[in-house]
């Protein structure tokens, strides 16, 4: 998710689409770039799975930083106060799609912005943090399957 043209809030579409480069990864992944709140729950639903969703997200950790976490255990601002450049964006997408009925598990790999202010592509700083995000998230998307795969046995 984000947008190319605010900075780093474009670190959720660069790291979904190295992950989409990767042939196990690519049939997974999809881009939402500059999406609103219809367009994350309008996804969701139709995805109709468990997902990732990556973005940038105000987390009050030091630029660079990664979080991985269940939309469960987010504290997110609906409307105003949101870091989302998109409107109404990711939080509430998400209360949109629970609101009709989406019940299937949504983590967030979050990443927090050095700088969202207007400008065409990443800081420098974030971008040389792309190879470390990307091996994290590549970790963070097995979780789930691993934990699937734990409760069945």
Do not use: Y
């Not at 042939?23 to 219809?38: F, I, M, P």
């Not at 979080?67 to 990711?90: Q, Y």
């Not at 939080?91 to 400008?119: M, N, W, Y």
Request: negative net charge; aromatic residues 6%; glycine residues 12%.
């Amino acid at each position: 998710m984000g947008t190319v043209f605010n900075g780093d809030d474009g670190i959720g579409l660069a790291l979904v689409q190295a992950l989409s480069e990767d042939a196990e990864c690519s049939a997974n992944c999809v881009l939402l770039e500059g999406a609103d709140a219809a367009k994350v729950a309008s996804f969701l639903l139709e995805w109709n799975g468990p997902a990732i969703l990556v973005d940038a997200v105000n987390m009050n950790v030091s630029p660079g930083e990664h979080r991985f976490f269940p939309d469960t255990e987010a504290s997110m601002t609906l409307k105003t106060g949101s870091v989302s450049t998109h409107g109404l964006g990711l939080a509430e997408g998400l209360e949109l799609a629970r609101g009709v009925g989406f019940d299937k598990t949504v983590f967030i790999f979050g990443v927090q912005p050095f700088s969202i202010s207007p400008r065409q592509g990443l800081t420098p700083e974030m971008a040389a943090c792309i190879p470390l995000l990307l091996g994290a998230l590549k970790t963070a998307c097995t979780l789930p399957l691993r934990q699937k795969a734990g409760n069945q046995g």
